[in-house]
């Protein structure tokens, strides 16, 4: 085959080597400021998987022995309890999420996938609502917080960012 230009996976891929930050540079701004359904995907993914993590934490922390009670509390943690297995579960949720995060911060800006974790507040607000053995007293004041939060991910997102080259502060 011949050389089309492009360097095989052995060299670093199309864009080459892993290091070679001027390359990684011009490819973001390339792609800087398109939507990436996937980053989008891969970010609420994660954004459920640490709320699913913090619920099992919270609800294994309250049936655990006191952490200070270090054997007792691995005597738990290691014989099977039930407390034991949501903290195994909220440990694995977070790493499955890390992964998750790694994949949509590749594939978009940073503002917009950090304004999307912060829907992470909101959802483990409403779960907690719901599940009787976290009892999350509902409040006025958590709802509108909520409603503030999901509003800023929505302008976020949906706005278009103004031009700061060229068009004068028209929508692009």
């Not at 409040?139 to 960012?161: A, R």
């Amino acid at each position: 085959m011949g050389n089309t230009g492009r360097k095989n996976n052995l060299e670093g891929g199309c864009y080459g080597s892993p290091l070679d930050w001027h390359n990684v540079y011009h490819r973001r701004r390339h792609h800087a400021g398109r939507v990436s359904v996937m980053g989008i995907l891969f970010a609420l993914c994660s954004v459920l998987l640490v709320s699913v993590a913090q619920l099992s934490m919270k609800y294994a922390m309250a049936g655990m022995p006191p952490l200070l009670d270090m054997r007792a509390f691995f005597h738990a943690l290691l014989t099977g309890s039930e407390p034991g297995y949501f903290l195994f579960l909220g440990l694995l949720c977070y790493g499955l999420s890390m992964f998750l995060w790694f994949l949509a911060l590749r594939l978009m800006e940073l503002g917009k996938a950090y304004s999307l974790l912060s829907l992470s507040y909101a959802v483990v607000w409403l779960m907690a609502l719901f599940i009787p053995d976290i009892h999350e007293p509902y409040s006025l004041s958590g709802l509108v917080g909520v409603c503030f939060i999901v509003t800023g991910v929505v302008l976020i997102h949906c706005i278009k960012k103004d031009s700061r080259r060229g068009n004068k502060g028209q929508a692009s």
